[in-house]
């Protein structure tokens, strides 16, 4: 299951999902907004994203996921927009027969998620300033 | 042809602007395409070497031949993270 959305992300039902009587393990991440980057303090954080390419990056990398491992269900939801202090960003929940394969299926897709979707973050720093995070500057 | 190209993140800010339409030769590459895209938005320079280019939701290499109709973006880096 794959979603962008607004909206607080409700990991208890992401969670809820995924289980499965097939499943010995559940696997949840969950990505928050951080409060200090290097000893500079955030005052909340947006998201951008380019939906329709974002939501097919997504789906890949739950095909991808699913090729690699035994997964039974998996969830990845992303939000958008504006965030404040401690909110989920983003939260990829993985169910699979063991737990060392749960752990690195959901691994795996959240890092893939950081590389393939195009789905930005900007700092909005609690002096004032903002800035979106693009790698390599 | 004339393209609009899609624009997010800083790219956006940058143009200021949400989409660029550029006037290309047919059989245009998304090389040239960068170079067009460099001389008609100056602004874009800095970033667009660390960008990729999507064509049709999927990235796309710079030899990839480019059709009208299209839909094109600049994908700035994304945020990576530890």
Redesign the interface.
Same mark, same amino acid.
């Given at each position: 299951m794959i979603r962008l959305q607004t909206e607080a992300i409700d990991f208890a039902a992401l969670t809820e999902s995924v289980r499965s009587p097939q499943a010995g393990a559940v696997v949840l991440f969950l990505?928050t907004v951080r409060e200090l980057t290097e000893g500079r303090r955030t005052a909340h954080l947006k998201y951008?994203a380019?939906p @329709?390419?974002a939501e $097919?990056k997504l789906a890949e990398i739950e095909r991808e996921t699913r090729e690699r491992w035994p997964v039974i269900e998996m969830g990845i939801v992303h939000r958008t927009g504006r965030l404040e202090l401690g909110e989920v960003s983003v939260a990829v929940a993985v169910s699979c027969p063991h737990r060392a394969e749960a752990f690195e299926a959901c691994r795996h897709a959240m890092d893939q998620v $950081?590389?393939? @979707?195009?789905?930005? $973050?900007?700092e909005n720093w609690a002096d004032g300033t903002a800035e979106?995070?693009?790698?390599?500057? | 042809m004339r393209l609009k190209i899609q624009l997010f993140a800083a790219a956006r800010e940058l143009a200021g602007e949400p989409w660029v339409e550029l006037d290309l030769p047919l059989n245009c590459s998304v090389r040239e395409l960068r170079e067009r895209l460099a001389e008609q938005q100056p602004a874009l320079r800095r970033l667009l070497d660390r960008c990729s280019v999507a064509v049709d939701e999927e990235f796309a290499d710079d030899k990839l031949m480019l059709k009208a109709d299209q839909r094109v973006a600049l994908i700035p880096p994304v945020s990576g993270g530890q």
């Amino acid at each position: 299951m794959i979603r962008l959305q607004t909206e607080a992300i409700d990991f208890a039902a992401l969670t809820e999902s995924v289980r499965s009587p097939q499943a010995g393990a559940v696997v949840l991440f969950l990505g928050t907004v951080r409060e200090l980057t290097e000893g500079r303090r955030t005052a909340h954080l947006k998201y951008e994203a380019y939906p @329709a390419m974002a939501e $097919k990056k997504l789906a890949e990398i739950e095909r991808e996921t699913r090729e690699r491992w035994p997964v039974i269900e998996m969830g990845i939801v992303h939000r958008t927009g504006r965030l404040e202090l401690g909110e989920v960003s983003v939260a990829v929940a993985v169910s699979c027969p063991h737990r060392a394969e749960a752990f690195e299926a959901c691994r795996h897709a959240m890092d893939q998620v $950081k590389i393939l @979707a195009p789905i930005w $973050k900007q700092e909005n720093w609690a002096d004032g300033t903002a800035e979106w995070v693009h790698p390599g500057s | 042809m004339r393209l609009k190209i899609q624009l997010f993140a800083a790219a956006r800010e940058l143009a200021g602007e949400p989409w660029v339409e550029l006037d290309l030769p047919l059989n245009c590459s998304v090389r040239e395409l960068r170079e067009r895209l460099a001389e008609q938005q100056p602004a874009l320079r800095r970033l667009l070497d660390r960008c990729s280019v999507a064509v049709d939701e999927e990235f796309a290499d710079d030899k990839l031949m480019l059709k009208a109709d299209q839909r094109v973006a600049l994908i700035p880096p994304v945020s990576g993270g530890q």
